[in-house]
Antibody
Framework: QVQLVESGGDVVQPGRSLRLSCAGS????????MHWVRQAPGKGLEWVAV????????YYTDSVKGRFTISRDNSKNTVYLQLTSLRPEDTAVYYC???????????????WGQGTLVTVSS | QSVLTQPPSASGTPGQRVTISCSGS????????VYWYQQLPGTAPKLLIY???QRPSGVPDRFSGSKSGTSASLAISGLRSEDEADYHC????????????FGGGTKLTVL
C-alpha cells in the first residue's frame, strides 16, 4: 500500500536551517509529483511547494521563495524540503503529499504523510 | 489571509444536510477544478472530493461537491458524528506564482 513517512522536524532558532525528508513506498515514486503542505498550530492548510516526478519543474508559494528548496532522489524514493533563514511564522506541521500524476500541475492526492513538526523559536 | 474564503465553522445534527462554501475569484475557482480535503482531529488531511464533484473510491456518496461561478460548495447529507472534522477547499490559481491555494478551513461540529 502507498505510504509516506516524513522526518526531520525539530526545534530551531530563527535564521537557522533544517532539512525535511519524506520517504515513499508502495508506488512508482518517479511517476508522481510531490507536494509539501504545512499547517501552523490551530490554522488551516498552506500549500508550500511542488516538484514534478522527474525533478525538473517546481513551484513555491511566495512566502518561502528564496528560502526553501524542494528536491528529490528517485533512487531513494525520497523528497526533501530544505528550509533556510527560518522565521517564527514557519512554525508548523509539514506534510508531504503525493500528486495525482507526474506533472507539477497535479493536485495533492489521497496520499499524505503523518506530518513532521517544525518549531522556530529562540 | 487565505485566497479562498471559507466560513470558520458550521454545524448540524445527525441526519441533517449541511453545506460548506468556498469563495474565490475568476483566477482560481472561476477557471479551475476544486478539491476538498477532510481532516479528522489529530490526523493528516484526506482527499474527499476532486475535480469539483468526483469522489475517490471509499468516500461515501453522502459527500458531494459543486461549483458555480467563483464559488464552490461541499454538501454532506445524512450527517453522522464521525463527520465532525475540519474541511478544506483547494484549487489552482492562475494569477499567482505559487499556484496552489487552500481555503482557511471550516470546522464542522455535529451537535
Amino acid at each position: 500500500q502507498v505510504q509516506l513517512v516524513e522526518s526531520g522536524g525539530d526545534v530551531v532558532q530563527p535564521g537557522r536551517s533544517l532539512r525535511l525528508s519524506c520517504a515513499g513506498s508502495g508506488f512508482t515514486f518517479s511517476a508522481f509529483a510531490m507536494h509539501w503542505v504545512r499547517q501552523a498550530p490551530g490554522k488551516g492548510l498552506e500549500w508550500v511547494a511542488v516538484l514534478s516526478g522527474d525533478g525538473s519543474n517546481t513551484y513555491y508559494t511566495d512566502s518561502v521563495k528564496g528560502r526553501f528548496t524542494i528536491s528529490r532522489d528517485n533512487s531513494k524514493n525520497t523528497v526533501y524540503l530544505q528550509l533556510t533563514s527560518l522565521r517564527p511564522e514557519d512554525t508548523a506541521v509539514y506534510y508531504c503529499a503525493r500528486g495525482s500524476s507526474e506533472t507539477q500541475y497535479a493536485h495533492p492526492s489521497a496520499y499524505w504523510g503523518q506530518g513532521t513538526l517544525v518549531t522556530v523559536s529562540s | 489571509q487565505s485566497v479562498l474564503t471559507q466560513p470558520p465553522s458550521a454545524s448540524g445534527t445527525p441526519g441533517q444536510r449541511v453545506t460548506i462554501s468556498c469563495s474565490g475569484s475568476s483566477s482560481n475557482i472561476g477557471s479551475n477544478n476544486v478539491y476538498w480535503y477532510q481532516q479528522l482531529p489529530g490526523t493528516a488531511p484526506k482527499l474527499l472530493i476532486y475535480e469539483i464533484n468526483q469522489r475517490p473510491s471509499g468516500v461515501p456518496d453522502r459527500f458531494s461537491g459543486s461549483k458555480s461561478g467563483t464559488s464552490a460548495s461541499l454538501a454532506i447529507s445524512g450527517l453522522r458524528s464521525e463527520d465532525e472534522a475540519d474541511y478544506h477547499c483547494a484549487t489552482w490559481d492562475d494569477s499567482l506564482s505559487g499556484p496552489w491555494v487552500f481555503g482557511g478551513g471550516t470546522k464542522l461540529t455535529v451537535l
